[in-house]
């Protein structure tokens, strides 16, 4: 940490350097604004205190530059100019301190500036290590299919423009999402996922768009929404087949007007989000059944991307398990699986993924848990047998709905019965897993 002390008294901020420097703080005197001026555009300092009156250049410029440059500056100002230091604060400035004051309040105030200084600095390290991680560099993408994906995601991940994300349960729509708010102008802001299909349509409305205090019984003070807590950035409405036909006219009204209305309001809020969809149903069936209202299907619709089942990708399918494998290592250091088999990874690239890269990224932590060794071989991946495939996946060409039915009954048969619980493995609501058992494509 290096400190600029300024004052047009070169041998008040001589001083004051010096006290610093007593204190292990680096520090150095300035007698004039314009040398300060330099050393900020050289980047050459890390905290500014400087007097407020100054002939040559006033301490409010110096103030408007430290914060252009991400440097905390702190103000030295005489009794009678409080006013003035009150609208340096207004500028950007840390703090001031009135004339004359303590050594000991300075190396107070310039360490808290420091370290809140490094808190910022950790946390745009750590905005920029998430933008990278959810970006399109970081899919994988070795198949043809995704690699389609990628490069219309690429296209518009700029834009503001309303993106319908279809396909399976379970092949990384969210993924998706993620880095398209990610690539965006809009990576700073928060990025808002919302499971239409797991809030109970009562409390759906006021979750999405808020609520103001008596609206309904239990509104006991007012609440945001998620809408609203997304603000500057990103909702995507996961599952959006599932949102009931009374509040997509809502839903409709929100994107056409860029504003909301919380539950019990009298007026509209304005907010500023880029809506991003995303689905397993055909919406397009769904409005022919009279489920899902078509001006919002256009609306939605603007940009298309539907992301393939993993069994259309098996480019993907080793690059995905050794992100996988590192992850699972990651999250349980201490477990015995280390790498898999060569048989292991020959049993994933025949595995037909009615789960998709969900169920894959299961497999594959299941299996790093319950390794006899650090070879994971492939039993303890738990997938079914070649055979037991063979006679449930063989023959004619079976409709996805049909292998979908017969793979959670086998998941659920696995766990004793246990829907709760074979839902939770199976990284899906209840509610589909008992439409998966009913063979249920609605």
Known sequence: MKVAVVDDSLALAETLADGLVDQGIEAIALG????????LARREVDILVTDLRMPDLDGLALVEAARANDVPAIVMTAYGAIDSAIECIRKGAYHYLTKPFKLD??????????????LRREAAELRKSLGLQFSTTTVIAHSAAMQRVLE?????????????????TGTGKTMIARALHGESARTKAPFVAINCAALPEALLESELFGHVKGAFTGAVADHAGLFASAAGGTVLLDEIGEMPIGLQAKLLRVIETGSIRPV???????????VIAATHRDLRRAVTAGTFRED????????????????????DIAPLAERFL???????????????S??????????????????????V???????????????????????????????????????????????LDQLNGHKTRTADQLDVDVKTLNRWLAGDDS
């Open 296 to 315: 919002l299907l256009y609306r939605l619709d603007v940009v298309a991307i539907e992301v393939p089942p993993l069994r259309h990708r098996k480019d």
């Open 32 to 39: 004039s604004g314009r040398a300060a001026l330099e050393l």
């Open 326 to 340: 590192a992850e699972a290592r990651r999250r349980h250091p201490s477990a015995p699986g280390t790498h898999l």
């Open 105 to 118: 309040e300075l190396v107070i105030f310039v360490r808290r500036a420091e370290g809140e200084r490094a």
């Open 264 to 274: 019990g309001a009298t007026r509209e809020k304005a907010i500023d989000v880029r």
């Open 342 to 363: 060569r048989a292991a990874m020959t049993r994933l690239l025949d595995h037909p993924w009615p789960g998709n890269v969900r169920e894959l990224a299961h497999v």
């Open 365 to 411: 932590e299941r299996g790093v848990l319950l390794a006899g060794g650090a070879e994971i071989a492939e039993p303890d991946l738990g997938l079914v047998a070649p055979a037991q495939v063979d006679a449930a996946w063989s023959g004619a060409v079976q409709p996805m709905i049909e292998i979908q039915r017969r793979y959670a009954r086998w998941a």
């Open 152 to 168: 219309l995601a690429q296209r518009i991940a700029g834009t503001d423009a309303t993106v319908l994300l279809s396909g399976e």
